[in-house]
């Protein structure tokens, strides 16, 4: 007999305790197979279960599996069938090593022709095969992600349209769902990535079985690397359905603030406790945090801990940047607020009015001459009258520069993002409402420059105009967004960083569905986690007509002053040093 896992389940739910289900060879593919299928079939009276695996695009069943009946992980999907051949390909098209995930192509016989009517579609995901003998031969792209397993076995890991960014990091989600099915305790899972806290990704694990946050969470990380852990564990009886068997995604509950809590609650103790209680609830948008709970335990991550420390700050909690890091606890953090403090004057003329005449002496935080200054100001447009003022970068901002020039193809902190509207004068009101914030922010407004100078420098222009690119789609090439997506993929696409604004807009009007897509590509060397947020904030006040309630903008100059006066390049190289001391040759990641 063959089923479908979703019928197979109900079949088996349906039978009385004294009936069985008499089949000697049971057959199940056309979707995942949830690992405890194998042994209840087994105890319903079935003999051998196989998986299959394949698209209709390939004849549908492609690979086979027999399922062995003490296997209680998720089910590989075996070898090729003959006449098939498989294989799990990297982004460049490359053969993935073992164990590395990668997109499953199907090659061989059972490869269908192609879309009927479909020219556009039929290119993008029937391709040539390279790996054939014989000419002509093509392979079918099937969006799935597997990998190879030691014993020459496929293993099944999800959708490659499941894959998401969460804090710069691109993360399969079925591979999480893989681990967590090897950890003995889960039945079933389903990992998603939720903003339930606007401007705040977090992966969110809803897990059908016995185990344990706290087990779940320290296996994971002894298979993953620490940004692939979800930041809550939800406890479900049963995965939510669709009426025809699916996984209802949309059904899934949003965690409720005990679901990132992982240690017994204790009341904050002593005003420094109450008060870090309160920003990292504001900070982590959850509902109360205890004394003894871990900032990283309830979906804290690095970017966060920058946002906390500037938080403290706004309240008077001063303490070294480091410390979220080193004292990850409440009750210990509050013990270090106080300790350190890396407020620092700076001053006065650091922060000057305005450049009009553009002068060595004018410029105290970095050492240029007349000459440099005239090659500065030559790349601008408009001359010396559009340059409002020039000084050195961050240290952050020198490590991402340096990661840019370094990088041959492509930027490795280039942040793309699509916004849909309903109409081309929404988009536009959009677009009318960022150049205002660009307008108001300095750095917003800031360039790069390198070239002959001793040291690199940020340039803040007074006028910088939002470049806008309208592009045509090919409405038979598939999902307009991933169109755009595409031709901006940071694997390739590169920013000129001489030109201010370090933004750029590529705009679209999908056909199709009747919508209008904005692209919008964003420098780190200009913003962050924490200033998209502001961005985002001032673009709605803008169009809500409350632009004359926004605050008074700091300039980026005094950040900029804080941070080379606080620590010397001697203290970062020390510390780093002595954190390194003792490696001898390069590490794994994880």
């Excluded at 057959?27 to 949830?34: I, K, L, N, S, T």
């Excluded at 904050?268 to 335990?297: I, K, N, S």
């Amino acid at each position: 007999a063959q089923f479908v896992p979703t019928l197979l389940q109900a079949v088996l739910g349906a039978l009385p305790a004294d009936r069985s289900l008499p089949c000697r060879v049971l057959v199940c593919g056309g979707e995942p197979r949830p690992a405890a299928l194998v042994p209840e079939a087994r105890a319903a009276g079935v003999g051998e279960v196989v998986n299959l695996y394949g698209p209709t695009e390939a004849t549908i069943d492609s690979t086979w599996h027999p399922c062995p009946a003490g296997d209680g992980r998720a089910p590989a999907i075996g070898r090729p069938i003959a006449n098939a051949r498989m294989y799990v390909l990297d982004a460049r098209g490359a053969p993935a090593a073992v164990g590395v995930p990668g997109e499953l192509y199907v090659g061989g016989a059972g490869v269908a022709r192609g879309y009927l009517g479909r020219a556009g579609l039929t290119a993008e995901r029937f391709v040539p095969d390279p790996f054939s003998a014989g000419g002509g031969a093509r392979m079918y792209r099937t969006g799935d992600l597997g990998r190879w397993r030691v014993d020459g076995t496929l293993e099944f890991l999800g959708r490659t349209d499941f894959q998401v960014k969460v804090r710069g990091f691109r993360i399969e989600l079925g591979e999480i769902e893989g681990a967590l099915r090897r950890s003995g305790g889960v039945a079933d899972c389903v990992v998603v990535a939720r903003e339930d806290v606007p401007g705040e990704t977090r992966l969110v694990a809803y897990v059908v079985g016995d185990g344990e946050a706290a087990v779940l969470r320290e296996h994971l990380l002894r298979e993953l690397p620490e940004y692939m852990v979800p930041a809550a564990f939800v406890p479900l009886e049963r995965l939510p359905l669709t009426a025809n068997g699916k996984l209802d995604r949309k059904a899934l509950p949003a965690p409720e603030g005990d679901a990132y809590a992982r240690r017994g609650y204790e009341a904050p103790l002593g005003e420094v406790e109450a008060a870090l209680a309160e920003v990292w609830a504001e900070v982590l948008g959850v509902e109360r945090v205890g004394r003894w709970d871990h900032f990283f335990e309830l979906g804290g991550h690095s970017l966060l801990a920058i946002k906390l420390i500037e938080r403290m700050r706004r309240v008077g909690l001063h303490t070294d940047v480091r410390a979220p890091f080193t004292t990850p606890v409440l009750a210990e953090l509050a013990l270090a607020v106080g300790r350190a403090s890396l407020e620092v004057e700076v001053p006065a003329n650091a922060i000057p009015e305005g450049c009009e005449h553009l002068t060595p002496e004018m410029l105290p935080l970095v050492e240029l001459t007349q000459g440099e200054i005239d090659r500065i100001v030559a790349e601008v447009p408009g001359g010396a009258a559009n340059v409002q003022d020039i000084y050195p970068l961050a240290p952050l901002q020198e490590g991402f520069l340096f990661h840019h020039l370094l990088s041959e193809e492509g930027d490795p902190y280039l942040t793309p993002s699509v916004t849909e509207f309903d109409t081309r004068a929404r988009l536009e009101q959009h677009l009318a409402a960022l150049q205002a914030v660009i307008d108001r922010h300095d750095v917003l407004r800031t360039a790069m420059a390198w070239e002959g100078l001793r040291e690199p420098v940020q340039v803040v222009w007074r006028q910088a105009a939002l470049p806008v690119d309208e592009v045509e789609l090919d409405a038979e090439a598939g999902d307009a967004a991933g169109q755009l997506w595409e031709r901006h993929d940071p694997r390739h696409y590169r920013m000129e960083l001489g030109r201010a604004p370090l933004l750029r807009a590529c705009i679209a009007e999908d056909r199709a569905r009747g919508r209008w897509l904005l692209l919008m590509l964003t420098h780190h060397l200009t913003s962050d986690h924490e200033s998209l947020e502001v961005l985002r904030e001032e673009i709605s006040a803008h169009l809500l007509g409350r632009e004359a309630e926004l605050p008074a903008p700091l300039p980026f100059r005094g950040y900029v002053a804080r941070a080379r006066l606080g620590v010397s390049r001697d203290e970062h190289e020390r510390f780093f040093r002595g954190m390194l001391d003792g490696v001898e040759e390069p590490t794994a990641p994880y």
